[in-house]
């Protein structure tokens, strides 16, 4: 991407009217930011090291984790950085770059939810072909397919503001570079960037979305047809937790881009749900009611030295 631009850096101001709390913020930012890495590195350990854990669903489950360390990863430690006192300057390449990876991995983990729905509608509408229908052959192209659709998205995204000329103010009164912010400060008419990124970054996420209630609605009217109550019960608290995460990364998408008046102090507070909050929880969420990833997470934690041998 050439850059046509007269500014060679941005500074970015941070979370609005957080003035005098960065101390606060850095510890509480801090912490979530731990607690994230932890969780899903954990999560991925004891996917990895449980054969039992082998299957279509938690291959899938340890791609998230994946994702969910590197995705608060993008915007967390420079935005720690300047709230421990460092410099608050990103540049002109580091910018673009936050915004690609940024969509990037948020792009790809909402193809990865829609997968996994359908995974699941799989595992419980088509039960007898479950193996058939999601070979590893299967899970492997989805999974890359997620990635390079993602990959996609976030080209064009990052596109849409770094092809302005950017020969002005250069403060980005936010804690990372995103599209809204940066359309702010080129010098050039945004408005056609404006609407074609607010389409595409509503479209997408709500195609996905569609697509992960359809593949809920036969699932749903698949478990109300079984007649074991504990055969109800395990496909209920399977796809609960799994439909919990999709809410808890959809509504900040919807929320941040597709409000038409937006505020920045608002927007800041749910993007930062979005970043460290949601996959924080998102371990939490796929392991407090699954006993298959409790068990392994028990090993994982007894073999590091964090549980004594009789648990």
């Known amino acids: ?18 003035e005098g709390l960065e101390t606060v913020l850095l510890v509480l930012f801090l912490s979530f930011y731990i607690f994230t890495l ?23 489950l340890g791609k998230l984790s994946i994702f969910d360390i590197f995705f608060p990863s993008v915007s967390s430690p420079k935005m720690l950085c300047y709230l421990s006192g460092n410099s608050q300057a ?11 990876f940024y969509h990037f991995l948020g792009c790809t983990e909402c193809f990865l939810y829609t997968v996994m729905a359908y995974d699941r509608f799989v595992a419980i509408c088509h039960p007898l072909r479950y193996i ?75 195609s996905c979305f569609l697509l992960v209630l359809t593949s809920y609605s036969r699932i749903i ?31 900040p998408v919807v929320l941040i881009y597709l409000r038409p008046t937006p505020s920045p102090w608002l927007d800041a ?4 749900l979005n970043n460290l909050v949601t996959p924080m929880l998102n371990p939490l969420i796929y392991s407090l009611r699954n006993k298959e990833v409790k068990s392994s997470l028990r090993r994982v934690l007894h073999q590091l030295g964090f549980l004594p041998e009789q648990l």
């Open 38 to 60: 932890m969780g899903n590195l954990l999560i991925l350990l004891a996917i990895v090291s449980s054969t039992r854990l082998h299957t279509p669903m938690y291959f899938f």
């Open 221 to 251: 009217f698949s478990i109300l047809q079984i007649h074991s109550a504990e055969g109800r019960r395990h496909a209920f608290s399977t796809c609960s937790a799994h439909f919990t995460a999709i809410l808890l990364f959809y509504m």
């Open 269 to 272: 507070t749910v993007q930062i």
């Open 132 to 206: 058939i229908i999601m070979s590893h052959r299967a899970c492997v192209i989805l999974a890359m397919g997620t990635s390079f659709f993602g990959c996609i998205q976030a080209t064009f995204l990052t596109t849409l503001p770094f092809q302005l000329p950017y020969c002005g103010p250069n403060e980005v009164d936010y804690y990372f570079c995103d599209i809204p912010v940066m359309l702010k400060l080129a010098c050039a008419d945004t408005s056609a960037p404006e609407m074609v990124g607010f389409i595409s970054v509503g479209l997408m996420p709500l």
């Open 1 to 18: 991407m050439k850059n046509l631009s007269v500014v060679s850096e941005f500074i970015l101001l941070g979370i609005p009217h957080t």
């Open 90 to 100: 990103i540049s002109y390449a580091g910018c673009a770059s936050q915004l690609f």
